[in-house]
């Protein structure tokens, strides 16, 4: 009997602190509910049904939307630059950070400036970024044309942007160049928690510098890389300004990832139920790699302890 | 005492105190393989900065100059009048979109960061799961459901469609960077200040406040820049050309057959200094607030 009602009680008091909390959330839930809840929503609804180019709701389109997505031509071509273009950069973006932490952690002078220097194309607008290398790699007037020809590395200007493969090639190199500051400073952050007495420890025991890295210091990077990785897949299978401005005016969709595919089926083909299928597989990879995230890097352990 | 301490440091550099030792060489070895690296990534932004001074003649000439022949400042002077796109609608609609997203983001942020920092309940894990999945969704994937949701409500074509996504969107890193901030302060500290006969405002107001500004500062500025360089939602939800900010408008420069690339770079140039400076300020906060915790 007691029992009953201290559990009816503790009940009350769990019921009145979560009333409680409600006001001071309830401006984030209302934003979070109405512009990021709900278009996710509206969006798989819209994959099912049948829109006009002028988005008149035709009413029901069952798999339509979906047959007609997975019978693209291009469809399997856009996979595979996908995965290209992801798993590439992310690649190439963590060694290349691995290989920048590891020296802006060392002491020198001007140390600082580097630091600073290295976060100007993370704050830069990506669109702006690029836009600089479609001028420069042009083959008539670019300037970064101009440079491979006089340092001997090409012989004569490359249209790196008019044909589909360079063009793409060219794209990754740029989403490295503009997601490498972000990694190194993840990386950056990881070897802060490496302890100076451990690496003092395997100095002692004969490790050599390269052994040091490898056995002592790479394995406790793991959290940082796993942090650096994730967020950098989200980032790059989501970026649209890069492909969009250095290969957007390629004709066909020989260097399009599922991301840029869906914007000119929205923008080129006004087919907003389409490009609403599109969206929403996107939409569970990126749930399926945020699963990942939650399960490999547990970033609730803190808030729940 | 003095010569105590100076003895070791004579004998350090070889009685010569003019020659470097072995390892201020190596250091200053460093220091020009840094200055390499910074050249590589200040490469784009020098190239924009010589474009946006040089003529429209220039800037097409085949084959190109590195530099200017003569300045043109008044680069920065003409692009406000072109054809192209109106480049005054286009800056007050980023300063707008950027300074109403932020409020916004901030005024719902900062209740929350403070509840959920200072509370436990039963809603509080499920909340701030929902607030890191939030945090890694973008406008981009959305586009084609929040296009139709606007349009329903028929604020498609609207600074307030911009400013609502941006804020929705950068909320939860201002939420989690404040909340680890109001975190920190030791619960004792605000009671305190009760103690002492201050109201809860009272405490909040100055005791509070100046504990956690940085963490506000950071989440203002982090939010301010994230709306300012924006480009993918804009791109579907500002079709009117008066309406697009800065990363859009830019665009329309580049032609199939013509561009205006000394205009181009003069706008990244007054887009892209600004948002580096503010960077900067908040750059040592940034990776916990991004990675969530999941750095220290």
């Known amino acids: 009997m007691a029992t009953a009602r201290n559990k009816a009680l503790k009940r009350q008091a769990r ?44 009413g029901w389109a069952g798999m339509e939307n979906y047959v007609r997505l997975f019978g693209l031509d291009p469809l ?6 996908t995965l290209v273009w992801t798993f590439g950069v992310v690649a190439v973006t963590i060694a290349l950070s691995l290989v920048l932490a590891q020296f802006l952690n060392k002491k020198f002078p001007g140390r600082k400036v580097l630091r600073m220097v290295i976060i100007v194309p993370w704050a830069a607008s990506v669109v702006m970024t690029s836009t600089v290398f479609v001028y420069g790699l042009d083959p008539f007037y670019g300037i970064i044309n101009k440079f491979l020809v006089d340092v001997g590395i090409i012989d004569e200007p490359y249209g790196f942007l008019k044909n589909a493969t360079a063009g793409f090639l060219s794209a990754m190199a740029v989403a490295v160049f503009v997601s490498v500051p972000f990694s190194t400073f993840v990386v950056l952050a990881g070897l802060q928690t490496v302890p100076h007495d451990v690496l003092e420890a395997a100095q002692i025991d004969g490790a050599g510098r390269f052994q040091t890295y490898w056995q002592v210091v790479f394995p406790m990077l793991r959290p940082a890389l796993a942090v650096a990785a994730i967020i950098n897949i989200i980032n790059v299978f989501n970026s649209l300004p890069i492909l969009k401005t250095m290969t957007g005016a390629i004709p066909g969709y020989d260097a399009d990832t599922t991301t840029t595919l869906m914007f000119k089926i929205i923008q080129n083909d006004r087919q907003i139920d389409t490009a609403s299928a599109l969206s929403v597989v996107n939409f569970l990879v990126i749930i399926l790699v945020i699963g990942l995230y939650l399960k490999i890097v547990k970033p609730m352990r803190e808030v729940a302890s | 005492m003095s010569t105590v301490l100076d003895r070791p440091t004579s004998v350090r550099t ?63 002077v003409n692009m406000w009048g072109t054809p192209e796109t109106p480049l005054p609608h286009n800056l007050l609609s980023t300063v707008v979109i950027s300074l109403g997203g932020t409020a916004l983001a901030l005024l719902a942020a900062l ?9 436990n309940f039963r809603l509080k894990l499920p909340f701030m799961l929902l607030v890191l999945v939030t945090q890694m969704l973008q406008p981009t994937v959305l586009a084609s459901g929040l296009f139709r949701e606007f349009v329903s409500l028929e604020i498609n074509d609207t600074w307030l469609a911009m400013i609502l996504v941006n804020a929705a969107f950068n909320l939860s890193f201002a939420v989690w960077i404040m909340h680890s901030f109001f975190a920190t302060v030791p619960k004792e500290i605000e009671e305190a200040a009760w103690l002492d006969g201050c109201s809860r405002g009272q405490s909040l107001r100055r005791i509070m406040l100046p504990l956690v500004w940085p963490g506000i ?30 990363t859009v408008a830019l665009t329309r420069f580049i032609g199939q057959y013509e561009s205006a690339w000394q205009y181009v770079f003069a706008v990244s140039i007054i887009g892209i200094l600004p948002v580096v400076a503010l960077f900067a300020m908040i750059e040592k906060h940034l990776v916990s607030g991004l990675t969530a915790g999941g750095v220290k």
């Open chain 1, 15 to 58: 019921r009145q602190t979560t009333l409680q909390a409600l006001p001071w959330l309830l401006p984030a839930l209302v934003l979070i509910g109405g512009v990021v809840l709900f278009p996710v929503g509206y969006m798989i609804y819209t994959s099912f049904r049948d829109l006009s180019r002028f988005g008149k709701d035709r």
């Open chain 2, 217 to 246: 500062v950071t989440a203002i500025i982090f939010t301010f820049i994230a709306c300012w360089n924006e480009f993918a939602a804009s791109l579907i939800l500002l079709p009117t050309d008066t309406n697009q900010p800065l």
């Open chain 2, 14 to 76: 070889g009685g010569d105190p003019a020659r470097p030792t072995k390892r201020e060489r190596k250091r200053w070895g460093l220091t020009v393989v840094g200055g390499i690296v910074a050249l590589v990534f200040l490469t784009p932004y020098l190239i924009m900065l010589s474009g946006a001074f040089k003529s429209r003649q220039e800037i097409l000439k085949v084959p190109p100059e590195y530099l200017p022949g003569t300045w043109h400042f008044d680069n920065f």
């Open chain 1, 76 to 81: 399997p071509t856009v996979l595979t630059n």
């Open chain 2, 111 to 119: 209740p929350a960061a403070y509840y959920t920092a200072r509370h």
